[in-house]
């Protein structure tokens, strides 16, 4: 027969379910919550990192600093405008300037990004072929591993492009791409992008019979690596009486994490105090237990409990609490997170899912679970006073 | 196996003191503490299981002097050698009554023992409450709680049981019928019924009578 004290306390926290359920809900909702903000904040914060990888200065249309790196670099905004691309290979001839990727865009296929760019682009990534080439020639297009894997690319298929970042109604029927490659995932941006020769992107646009004039070429914008520190306090001012400027991917990526800071300081808060007011509900639930089962923990005295043993039982009974609400919370913020991760995905393309315990977590978790025993110590610590014989006068 | 000399209680420093007769019962014996509300019965009943200390006196229960003993030896002690009828059923309410019996097993050895289990069965097979093994307290009628308890108190196999008011609420029939299954399933033991009730005294000539004597 099963009657050791865990079963006990299991028992006892079944037989007052509501009470158990609220607490639960709320250590439940504190846990996941802080749990879900850790995730997010390191997937992104991952995913930001990443794809910055040795890009110092990301040159482009003047406009916003902040959207030129989310354009470009992350691929979750639109662009600010277009460059001549002699005159940003003037910028890229600079001194102080040691390389650079162009990019040329403005359509899409079915919401995935047909990007115009140079071999170095996925170098850049270091990814790799999983099957077919790099494409070489206009209209001859290399998959990024997860538009291939969600729009069921292979080799040799075709599609056209559409124009703009997402739309699917200006759809440009006289011109036909071909997949000739595929990459292997490379956890960058490059996953999510369709890639090709930068003529691609300027033949499309072209009416039958026009001649590209290479003076009036434009690209979008050129991912640039600096040679000299100082390119960053000197390009600027090369830039003035362009329509070109330069953004710094680590400053505008730290001022808007910063922005975030406060929005996910705020949620924390609430987080934070949701969990306290589960210690309190744990606190008050083991306190009430006591009063309401004194004549039960009295009796268990006259039948060999010792004080001890109640007190074990009484933590038991908190302790399960946080432990089931720990682990609630840690299911809650990954139910949390693969639900964001697939509205990320349909929004910016971006897989944000890693499901993995981050040792943020364990320390939360520990720390979860040793507050909601101290929650339960602290009253279970009547039980070890009780005066059996006039509890049981009481009855 | 119990004797009691000597000894007097009182609860706090502000109380009355409390006097109790001497008296002594052998192994297997049965006997009475008769005594009317306020002559201190369900004091001296504590006093008996170690619940309370006494003051002065000498109190000896199944083989423990329990002034001297320690709180710890005490809890022990009691789970292992006293069976107790409470005047109302006590019962851990989430538990069902086969679980509730094996308890006082469970608490002083940390498991409960497959012939306990057994010993449980007929136990309650004689009590006609075999069916009722897996039913929660609160489901028991108050006649059914009070055979679970009297099955509680005994399936130890006790030396001493200690049986407060266990006919208290019954008429005639049902007394006569509680105190036959206690006969019965104490055989073995010692049995100290406390009680008022003047009919038990027919039933148990060693019979102990409370006063009131207090300072």
């Given amino acids: 027969m099963k009657l050791s004290l865990p079963y006990q306390a299991w028992r006892n926290l079944r037989a007052k379910p509501l009470q158990t359920a609220l607490s639960l809900a709320l250590l439940g909702f504190g846990v996941g919550m802080v749990s879900l903000m850790l995730l997010t904040e390191k997937q992104v914060n991952d995913a930001f990192e990443r794809n910055i990888k040795d890009i110092d200065l990301v040159l482009g249309a003047k406009g916003s600093p902040l959207q030129l790196i989310l354009a470009n670099v992350y691929h979750i905004d639109a662009p600010t ?42 170098e850049h990534y270091d990814a790799t072929l999983a099957e077919g080439q790099l494409w070489d020639a206009p209209y001859e297009v290399t998959a990024g591993a997860r538009v291939a894997e969600n729009l069921g690319l292979n080799i040799g298929d075709t599609f056209f492009s559409a124009h703009g970042l997402k739309d699917q109604t200006d759809i440009h029927t006289n011109k036909t791409f071909t997949v000739v490659g595929i990459l292997e995932p490379s956890g960058s941006v490059v996953d999510q992008l369709l890639l090709t020769p930068m003529e691609s992107i300027w033949y499309v646009h072209m009416e039958d019979g026009e001649v590209l004039d290479p003076e009036t070429r434009e690209i979008t914008a050129m991912l640039l690596k600096k040679r000299n520190p100082l390119a960053v306090l000197t390009i600027p001012n090369t830039l003035r009486d362009t329509n070109m400027q330069v953004a710094l991917p680590a400053i505008e990526v730290n001022r808007m994490t910063q922005q975030f800071g406060l929005g996910t300081s705020a949620l924390r808060a609430i987080a934070m105090l949701i969990m306290a007011l589960s210690f309190a509900s744990i606190f008050i639930s083991v306190l009430d237990n006591i009063r309401a089962r004194r004549h039960e923990l009295a009796l268990m005295r006259t039948m060999g409990g ?5 007190y074990r039982l009484l933590l038991l009974e908190g302790g399960l609490l ?74 | 196996m119990v004797q009691v000399q000597g000894v007097q209680f009182q609860y706090g420093e502000e109380g009355p003191r409390m006097a109790f007769p001497d008296f002594s019962c052998q192994p297997g014996e049965r006997m009475l503490l008769l005594g009317q509300s306020g002559t201190g019965k369900t004091t001296l009943l504590h006093l008996l299981c170690g619940m309370l200390k006494a003051q002065s006196g000498t109190l000896h229960v199944a083989g423990q002097d329990l002034r001297a003993a320690s709180d710890r030896e005490l809890d022990t002690w009691r789970g292992q050698a006293l069976g107790v009828v409470f005047q109302r059923a006590h019962f851990v309410q989430s538990l069902t009554i086969q679980e509730n019996l094996a308890l006082p097993h469970q608490l002083t050895q940390g498991r409960v023992p497959s012939e306990v289990l057994e010993r449980m069965g007929s136990m309650l097979d004689r009590l006609g409450m075999a069916h009722r093994a897996e039913a929660r307290p609160h489901e028991l009628s108050v006649g059914e709680q009070q055979r679970a308890s009297i099955a509680r108190a005994l399936l130890h196999k006790p030396q001493v049981v200690f049986a407060d008011e266990p006919t208290s609420a019954l008429d005639d029939h049902n007394a006569a019928a509680v105190m036959d299954i ?17 009919r038990l005294k027919d039933r148990y000539p060693h019979c102990v009578t409370l006063n009131p004597t207090r300072s």
């Fill in chain 1, 81 to 122: 405008g277009n460059i001549n691309q002699r005159a940003a290979e003037k910028v890229l001839k600079h001194p102080y300037i040691d390389s650079g990727i162009p990019l040329a865009y403005g359509d899409n296929h079915e919401g995935y990004r047909i990007v115009g760019t140079e071999h170095s682009y996925v």
């Fill in chain 1, 306 to 310: 010792t004080p001890a043993t109640l």
């Fill in chain 1, 322 to 395: 946080s432990v089931a609400g720990t682990v609630l919370g840690l299911v809650l913020s990954r139910v949390g997170m693969t639900v964001l991760s697939q509205v990320v995905e349909a929004q910016f393309h971006y897989d944000v899912a890693a499901m993995g315990m981050l040792g943020s977590e364990w320390a939360l978790a520990g720390a979860a679970i040793l507050v909601g025993l101290l929650a339960s110590a602290i009253p279970a610590r009547r039980s070890l006073r009780l005066d059996i014989s006039r509890t049981l006068s009481e009855a």
């Fill in chain 2, 182 to 198: 206690l006969d019965r399933e104490a055989a073995e033991a010692t049995l100290v019924v406390v009680t008022h009730d003047q």
